[in-house]
């Protein structure tokens, strides 16, 4: 069964305080790891796909990066606008399965 | 831009109601799947469909239903509605094989509370 686990559950910044969000998983056959913003109330926003070791990809002031067990959101200098909950799913042999989320608070 | 349209994004109904959650996207893509979400518990996915008039449940399907007869449509059903089917509901949709290695796209999102 794959499993998807984030870390931390929340995390509170400063403005310009740059960290990383944690995915961890277990999967049978990754065919691609995901991570999704999403706001209050709203339906998850795509942000990245993942599909080997060693792949980095960049929007802005995150960068996803990927090894074999785990995933790592950097956030470079956060502004409160990147406040959100950040999801991970994998794919392996079956649909997508979410993590639970890391709740993303970021003060002025 | 990938478009998923849900029906309705907060909804009330009473507890034994038929009620009917419609989701369109725009993109053409042969999958569409319905997620529901709740504090604590992350997404979960209830049905998906991988082609039109093709259904497999998810993880939670009891209590559900789902209708594909149209490539771009795919409705949830909630057959008679309790109140532990209160929560968010959210449509989503992708290209390539149901299986994997696809990103989803999803909807807004419908809030469904039942009294």
């Known amino acids: 069964e794959d499993q998807v686990t984030q870390s931390p559950e929340a995390l509170r910044l400063q403005e310009g305080e740059s960290s990383s969000l944690n995915c961890s998983y277990t999967?049978?056959?990754?065919?691609?790891l995901f991570w999704y913003r999403q706001d209050p109330g709203k339906g998850p926003e795509f942000l990245f796909t993942?599909?080997?070791a060693g792949e980095e990809k960049e929007k802005e002031r995150l960068k996803a990066t990927l090894t074999k067990k785990e995933s790592f959101l950097h956030i470079t200098a956060p502004k409160p606008e990147d406040s959100a909950t950040y999801l991970c799913?994998?794919?392996?042999?079956?649909?997508?399965?979410f993590g639970k989320g890391t709740m993303l608070l970021v003060s002025p | 831009d990938v478009k998923v349209t849900q029906s309705s994004r907060y909804l009330v109904k009473r507890t034994g109601e038929k009620v009917f959650l419609e989701c369109v996207q725009d993109?053409?893509?042969?999958?569409m799947f319905w997620y529901r979400q709740d504090p604590g518990l992350g997404l979960r996915l209830i049905y998906f469909?991988?082609?039109?008039?093709?259904?497999e449940k998810g993880d939670i399907p009891e209590g559900y239903s789902v209708s594909r007869e149209k490539k771009e449509r795919f409705s949830l059903i909630l057959e008679s509605a309790s109140t532990n089917q209160t929560s968010m509901y959210l449509c989503?949709?992708?290209?390539?094989?149901?299986?994997?290695?696809?990103?989803?796209?999803f909807g807004p999102g419908t809030r469904l509370t039942v009294l």
């Open positions: 989503a949709s992708s290209g390539g094989l149901a299986g994997g290695g696809s990103e989803q796209f």
């Open positions: 999967v049978s056959g990754l065919r691609g």
């Open positions: 993942l599909y080997s």
């Open positions: 799913a994998v794919s392996g042999y079956s649909t997508l399965t």
């Open positions: 993109m053409d893509h042969e999958n």
């Open positions: 469909s991988y082609d039109v008039k093709m259904k």
